[in-house]
């Protein structure tokens, strides 16, 4: 069964940069499609961006486009979004999840979810 674990998240000053990762095992994640959601206090759980098994990548939230991006390493089984320019609205868990069709912005199309790993942006 595949598992997720994200990492790398923690303080950064707005205009920052963080990279997250998601590694998986139990199974190996090229055939999985990733997607990244993040959680703020009191909101909904949003979806940021997915990457497909092609390594192919779609945006989700418009607040993120030409900030951040998505990529896969499938011989290290880690999928990544590297976040750059961050601002203090970027401040939330974000969790990666698992599914084995292509991208959607739903969360409960997904089925393997990390535990999350908070980014808190401020001065």
């Known amino acids: 069964q595949l598992q997720l674990v994200e990492s790398g998240g923690g303080l950064v000053q707005p205009g920052g940069s963080l990279r997250l990762s998601c590694a998986a095992s139990?199974?190996?994640?090229?055939?999985?499609?990733i997607g990244w959601f993040r959680q703020a206090p009191g909101k909904e759980r949003e979806a940021v961006l997915c990457i497909d098994d092609r390594g192919v990548a779609t945006d989700y939230a418009d607040s993120v486009k030409g900030r951040f991006a998505g990529s896969r390493d499938d011989a290290k089984n880690t999928v990544y979004l590297q976040m750059i320019d961050l601002k203090p609205e970027d401040t939330a868990t974000y969790y990666c999840?698992?599914?084995?069709?292509?991208?959607?912005?739903?969360?409960?199309?997904?089925?393997?979810w990390g535990q999350g790993t908070l980014v808190t942006v401020s001065s």
């Open positions: 139990g199974a190996t994640s090229r055939y999985y499609t």
């Open positions: 999840a698992a599914r084995g069709r292509s991208c959607a912005s739903v969360a409960a199309y997904y089925g393997a």
